[in-house]
């Protein structure tokens, strides 16, 4: 089955880029969102179809994607985005079935 | 404004099924198609399926098949997700999505 790869932690200081990456066979072909989600609560889309950030999220988290990796980027990372980030894709099979990456542990100290 | 409300906690006994409810609210109901996601406890989020509101066409993680039925009733925005057979490792919280908007998610307790 497809699989999507990213590392497991990610650890910057305060105003700091954090880069988080997404790897998977399909994705020069596919979109990729990214999602974040803090303790408790229910993801929140930051990221879709690669690059494209959805109204209301704070303009320091940018998208892109590059053959088989995509990568969320949170330019000056902020305490408030400590989360896990997930990236969600779907594979060339044509059957639209979707996949979520393990997830990225985020934490900005 | 744009909403998804699930329905509540459910405990269940092992090979029980239990059915989730996921009422949109704010939208065109049929424009969008409504994923089901889970996470147990510690762990990430791992899709289960999609349904169609407008067909009623349905797609579901292989993990799933034959245990896993999503249904609709459009005459109150309302998607359904049952899973049968419930084992221990069902456990978890169960979120409809409409990618961009999620439900603030259903706990499953499977408890013997």
């Known amino acids: 089955s497809y699989e999507l790869t990213q590392p497991p932690s990610v650890s910057v200081s305060p105003g700091q880029t954090a880069r988080i990456t997404c790897s998977g066979d399909?994705?020069?072909?596919?979109?990729t969102y990214w999602y974040q989600q803090k303790s408790g609560q229910a993801p929140v889309l930051v990221i879709y179809?690669?690059?494209e950030r959805p109204s209301g999220i704070p303009e320091r988290f940018s998208g892109s994607s590059s053959g088989t990796m995509a990568t969320l980027t949170i330019s000056g990372a902020q305490v408030e985005d400590e989360a896990d980030y997930y990236c969600?894709?779907?594979?060339?099979?044509?059957?639209?079935?979707?996949?979520f990456g393990p997830g990225t542990r985020v934490t900005v100290l | 404004q744009v909403q998804l409300v699930q329905s509540g906690a459910e405990v269940k006994r092992p090979g029980a099924s239990v059915k989730v409810s996921c009422q949109a609210s704010?939208?065109?109901?049929?424009?969008?198609?409504i994923h089901w996601v889970r996470q147990a406890p510690g762990h990430g989020l791992e899709w289960m399926g999609w349904?169609?509101?407008?067909?009623?066409?349905?797609k579901y993680a292989q993990k799933f098949q034959g245990r896993v039925t999503m249904t609709l009733d459009t005459s109150i925005s309302t998607t359904y997700m049952e899973l049968s057979s419930l084992r221990s490792d069902d456990m978890a919280v169960y979120f409809c999505?409409?990618?961009?908007?999620w439900g603030h998610g259903t706990m499953v307790i499977v408890f013997s």
């Open positions: 969600y894709s779907t594979d060339n099979s044509g059957d639209r079935s979707y996949v």
């Open positions: 399909a994705l020069p072909k596919k979109y």
């Open positions: 179809e690669d690059s």
């Open positions: 704010g939208y065109t109901f049929t424009g969008y198609y």
């Open positions: 349904i169609n509101p407008k067909s009623g066409d349905t």
């Open positions: 999505a409409r990618l961009d908007i």
